[in-house]
């Protein structure tokens, strides 16, 4: 029996009008006949033309950009990017809409995720529905926040630094980004060829003056004589093991929060934005209202910075651990905390490490998990330790929603929730929930 062949929808072409904002940064809408359609390109109220850009006649639903503007919002403007736009670079999502327009996207996105996967309204959640920029990146009309103090190009088999197209391993060659820090852009990486190379990544930090870039070179291929246009530290990525390597200068860059310096090793984990580990240190603290002598917990504590706030608040009688999976994060960690001999470090899963410390009751919990978020089980088990506050930081509202969901089924809810715009241009956001006991109300 011969299988049926499969029709794409590849290429095929629809007038439809656009729907409500969906988590991943694209529209909904739907074709005359029906059929779901994912568009990126779009804003909500809009009549457009879309191109189908993944699809076959039995797939539930396709995705699509919005390849001409029938009738537009008023919330759209021309991409100040050339980068940006159907088929070109994948990094921004938002590019054609109004700051505050994306924002409210945004906005919209989390309280969909709070509603279907926790059951909760804004107001129940604690919440006013708004997303705040960050402090300094309200601009005038036209003006880009330029943010990114890391990007990660993509070089192409002739050389060029780019950047992937959206859902492709395609490089979109540019000659700047337009959200990257000025740091960055100082580096000059799209000025010169990188022949050999599969990918270069590009650090800038906004605590220091320290600049870094990792190189990953092709199957084989020699490393390149680095000559940007300002000083810069030269690590690689080993064929072998895919560790990071000193080639020459530092191993780290350092960061600055909370009034201290903190050392971030290759690979290991910062806020790209330079406001955003401020901007959520602040704000966990404040929903937490640690107390001198409290013990706390910081998980997926990277290289401390949450340990390190606790740590100065709960003072010499209280106590900190923190738990981190990666090797190179956990020593920057201890070295960052070593002037505070009651916080400890422990490397490993929290899911692993968690149950064999032993702790049975902790006053605060922090917990800033990968995007996937911390899982059912992880969460049962904080929710049994008996804090008086939880604060969760999350760059994925749909992982928040599902775990808020599964800390009220251990009586904990949700007493306040923040959300910033620590990711313009594109659908990312960050939040910070704060959890409490549910007998304690608001």
Not at 49 to 67: H, K, M, N, W
Request: aromatic share 4%; glycine share 12%.
């Amino acid at each position: 029996m011969q299988n049926t062949p499969v029709t794409s929808l590849i290429g095929e072409e629809y007038e439809v009008e656009v729907g409500p904002v969906a988590h991943g940064g694209h529209c909904i809408a739907r074709t005359e006949a029906g059929r779901v359609l994912f568009v990126r390109h779009a804003l909500p109220g809009e009549r457009v033309r879309v191109r189908v850009t993944e699809g076959e006649e039995t797939s539930r639903f396709l995705r699509a950009d919005a390849i001409e503007v029938l009738d537009a919002s008023k919330d759209r403007v021309e991409a100040p990017c050339p980068f940006a736009g159907p088929g070109k670079c994948g990094g921004c999502d938002w590019q054609h809409a109004k700051p505050g327009a994306q924002r409210r996207l945004k906005g919209e996105v989390i309280a969909e995720q709070l509603q279907r996967l926790a059951g909760l309204t804004p107001e129940e959640a604690g919440w006013d529905g708004t997303v705040m920029p960050a402090e300094g990146d309200k601009l005038p009309a036209g003006e880009v926040p330029q943010w990114r103090t890391r990007v990660q190009y993509a070089v192409d088999t002739e050389g060029r630094a780019g950047l992937r197209r959206h859902r492709s391993h395609e490089v979109e060659v540019i000659d700047h980004c337009m959200i990257a820090a000025e740091g960055v852009s100082e580096l000059g990486i799209e000025k010169r060829t990188w022949e050999g190379m599969a990918g270069i990544e590009a650090i800038a930090a906004s605590g220091s003056h320290d600049r870094q870039v990792i190189l990953t070179p092709r199957p084989g291929a020699r490393l390149p004589l680095v000559e940007l246009d300002k000083p810069v530290s030269v690590l690689r990525v080993e064929e072998k093991d895919g560790g990071v390597h000193r080639v020459h200068g530092r191993a780290f860059v350092r960061e600055r929060a909370d009034d201290r310096t903190y050392r971030v090793g290759s690979g290991g984990f910062w806020q790209v934005h330079p406001k955003a580990a401020q901007t959520l240190m602040l704000a966990v603290m404040q929903g937490l209202t640690p107390r001198k002598g409290e013990t706390a917990l910081d998980l997926y504590c990277g290289v401390g910075l949450f340990a390190g706030a606790l740590a100065d608040r709960v003072g010499d009688q209280g106590a900190v651990l923190g738990i981190e999976s990666g090797k190179r994060a956990v020593e920057d960690a201890r070295h960052n905390l070593a002037g505070f001999p009651r916080v400890r470090i422990e490397q490993g899963k929290v899911e692993s490490v968690l149950p064999r410390t032993g702790i049975t009751e902790v006053d605060l919990i922090v917990l800033d998990p990968p995007r996937a978020g911390a899982g059912k089980q992880t969460v049962h088990h904080l929710a049994g330790l008996g804090a008086r506050r939880i604060a969760y930081v999350a760059c994925d509202p749909a992982a928040l929603a599902r775990d808020i969901s599964y800390f009220a089924e251990r009586g904990y809810r949700v007493r306040t929730l923040r959300a910033f715009d620590l990711f313009p241009m594109t659908h990312h956001v960050e939040c910070v929930a704060i959890l409490e006991p549910a007998e304690k109300g608001r």
